[in-house]
């Protein structure tokens, strides 16, 4: 299992129980239960890094969350990657705001020196929150299916944005989007 840190971007509640859902519909299928073993969250990733120093990101994303507001979020699509993981997710509908959020934080990491990875700029950045990983792909087509019964579009807000290090998922600090107080 791979080792780094993830900035992740959270959601409000009613839309990560929509998330969740998904989670454990697919885990009581026995189709996928990693992300609930791994003690993840909802969430999107910005960022992800093998190696950083923790402590140089949390001013930068404490001051970058200061300067933002709440960000609205509709997951309208069900989606997979050509990948050896078989990662399944929902995918937010593209909105200026969200691809602006993430471009900004990567400006303000650049800035401080640190190395963006191919997948993490703005111009190949893709936006999606993982449902489910390593399912197996005799049951692929079977968790498409299960995704499909969920009502969509979800709509709700990224509220607050963090650092975590990963595997397993720990995470190390969050800020609320518009506050400069911890969440």
């Given at each position: 299992?791979?080792?780094?840190?993830?900035?992740?971007?959270?959601?409000?509640?009613?839309l990560?129980?929509?998330?969740?859902?998904?989670?454990?519909?697919?885990?009581?299928?026995?189709?996928?239960?990693?992300?609930?073993?791994?003690?993840?969250?909802?969430?999107?990733?910005?960022?992800?890094?093998?190696?950083?120093?923790?402590?140089?990101?949390?001013?930068?994303?404490?001051?970058?969350?200061?300067?933002?507001?709440?960000?609205?979020?509709?997951?309208?699509?069900?989606?997979?990657?050509?990948?050896?993981?078989?990662?399944?997710?929902?995918?937010?509908?593209?909105?200026?705001?969200?691809?602006?959020?993430?471009?900004?934080?990567?400006?303000?990491?650049?800035?401080?020196?640190?190395?963006?990875?191919?997948?993490?700029?703005?111009e190949?950045?893709?936006?999606?929150?993982?449902?489910?990983?390593?399912?197996?792909?005799t049951?692929?087509?079977?968790?498409?299916?299960?995704?499909?019964?969920?009502?969509?579009?979800?709509?709700?807000?990224?509220?607050?944005?963090?650092?975590?290090?990963?595997?397993?998922?720990?995470?190390?600090?969050?800020?609320?989007?518009?506050?400069?107080?911890?969440a």
């Amino acid at each position: 299992m791979s080792q780094g840190y993830a900035i992740e971007l959270y959601f409000d509640p009613a839309l990560e129980n929509q998330a969740l859902k998904a989670w454990n519909v697919l885990a009581r299928r026995q189709i996928s239960t990693q992300l609930i073993e791994i003690e993840s969250r909802p969430h999107i990733t910005l960022f992800s890094s093998p190696i950083i120093e923790p402590a140089k990101l949390e001013s930068i994303i404490k001051t970058f969350a200061s300067k933002q507001e709440p960000l609205p979020l509709s997951f309208s699509t069900i989606g997979s990657f050509c990948s050896d993981n078989n990662v399944l997710f929902l995918a937010p509908t593209p909105s200026v705001s969200l691809l602006q959020f993430q471009s900004l934080l990567c400006e303000a990491i650049k800035k401080e020196g640190i190395d963006l990875a191919e997948e993490y700029r703005a111009e190949n950045w893709i936006p999606y929150c993982a449902v489910a990983q390593e399912v197996p792909k005799t049951r692929m087509a079977e968790a498409f299916c299960v995704l499909r019964e969920l009502k969509l579009p979800v709509s709700g807000y990224a509220m607050d944005i963090g650092l975590v290090e990963y595997s397993p998922v720990r995470e190390l600090f969050s800020f609320v989007l518009g506050n400069s107080v911890e969440a």
